[in-house]
């Protein structure tokens, strides 16, 4: 059969979410982290609208199977190329690698096991790959006003083992699913990318509000938790 007669719309857009992914590979290596970091906010975004394309389309054969794929790639490999190759140290191999495994097993567990629809069985790679993504362009705009954090690479090893245990945790996470919520992202998300090529401060406010968005997602669990506790003791 031709490859082109099992494609469907949303494998077209899990294409748009590999090339961004390459791309920061490519823009990490040459140096360009912030423009790497952009680059998986993008495909962070097509992420999404592959999501949303096939819940409102007929998907094809291999749209799972490309999915996954991809995600290791933009997700997976793409987040470890940047860290290594921001730290450029031994000890980062093995922070890198770990998230890696971590990420490959966080698919495979969701493509094998099955799960509820209105949350995930800890942080999606994706989600994770966004966080580190904020943590880079935070450092890179911090650096446009001359100011550095002690120990940025170090924060951001520590950032990343978090992140690789949340991924293999069964700790609860909502799923993002609703348009209006998936909107606003998006602009953030362009005001965020924006953010890298304007010297303005009102544009700081961006990546400022998504950070801080995505810090209260990695938190959730823990805020759920505690609200249930206090409702059981009212």
Known sequence: MNMLHLLKAPDFVSMINLIFGMAAIFFAFSGAFGAAAACLLIAAAADGVDGYVARKTSGGPLGEHIDSLVDVVSFGVAPAVIVYCMS??????????????????????????????EEYAGIPITGAAVALSMFVLILFNLEKTNFSIPYDIEIMFVFMFVLSLLMISTIPYSKVMKKETFAVLIILFVGTIASLFVSNALIVIFPAILGFLMLIYLISPLIGLISKKKSVQL
Do not use: D, Q, T, W
């Open 88 to 117: 450029e140290n031994i000890i980062s191999v093995v922070f890198v690698c770990f998230y890696l495994i971590c990420g490959i097993l966080r698919l495979a567990r969701y493509n094998a096991m099955p799960h509820k629809k």
